[in-house]
């Protein structure tokens, strides 16, 4: 049964710092991983989502790379900003989509 | 503006009522989920559907129902039968039922029980 794990929870940063979110899961016959994001009572958003073929996705600061052998991914924030701030899900497709329990970020100016 | 709407943004059942959340899309897509989300847990999925009057059951679908009637709606009917129904209700859509789709998500119903 595949289980997807978030670390940290939670994170705080100030403003400018680059950061890594990091996923992992247990079942390493993953199609695809997607990272979303979520702000407070909304619905998620794509952000990236990287094919079991792929290495990496990158969207402008955002860059998402997957190493299915160990089982990983991470998602970097360049240059963060207050507006990242939201809580960030992974979630890994075997025959459906897996979701972790998320990291919340806050960027503090 | 293509995307997905819910309604009501928020819900209050009673002992012993069915309600029904809605959830509309206009991004003609085929496949359309329903997933609920526990302070703390990762999204969890209900029901699902990859085409008009097709559904399937997800992890967690005893006192859920749902309907698939026109390919743009996908009601979530929640029956007196779901015990803990509090929670933060999520549908989302995307093109097919294939591996390298994404999800498009609506901005969620949150149900309370009065």
């Known amino acids: 049964k595949q289980e997807v794990t978030q670390i940290p929870a939670a994170l705080s940063v100030p403003e400018g710092e680059n950061l890594v979110l990091n996923c992992s899961f247990t079942?390493?016959?993953?199609?695809?991983l997607q990272w979303f994001r979520q702000d407070p009572g909304k619905g998620l958003t794509s952000l990236l989502l990287?094919?079991?073929?792929?290495r990496e996705q990158t969207s402008g600061r955002l860059n998402a790379s997957l190493d299915k052998s160990s089982g990983r991914s991470t998602l970097y924030i360049a240059a963060s900003q207050p507006g990242d701030s939201a809580t960030y899900l992974c979630?890994?497709?075997?025959?459906?989509?897996?979701f972790g329990t998320g990291t919340r970020l806050q960027v503090f100016p | 503006d293509g995307g997905i709407t819910q309604s009501p943004k928020y819900l209050f059942r009673k002992e012993g009522q069915n309600v029904t959340l809605s959830c509309e899309q206009n991004?003609?897509?085929?496949?359309m989920y329903w997933y609920r989300q526990d302070p703390g847990q990762g999204l969890r999925l209900i029901y699902y559907?990859?085409?008009?009057?097709?559904?399937q059951k997800g992890d967690i679908a005893e006192g859920y129902s749902v309907s698939r009637e026109k390919k743009e709606s996908f009601p979530l009917t929640v029956t007196s039968a779901q015990k803990n129904p509090t929670a933060f209700y999520l549908c989302?859509?995307?093109?097919?039922?294939?591996?390298?789709?994404?999800?498009?998500f609506g901005s969620g119903t949150q149900l309370s029980v009065l």
């Open positions: 989302a859509s995307s093109i097919e039922r294939r591996t390298n789709e994404k999800l498009f």
């Open positions: 979630a890994a497709y075997t025959d459906k989509l897996i």
């Open positions: 559907s990859q085409i008009v009057n097709d559904f």
């Open positions: 991004l003609n897509h085929d496949a």
């Open positions: 990287i094919q079991s073929s792929q």
């Open positions: 079942d390493s016959a993953i199609y695809n």
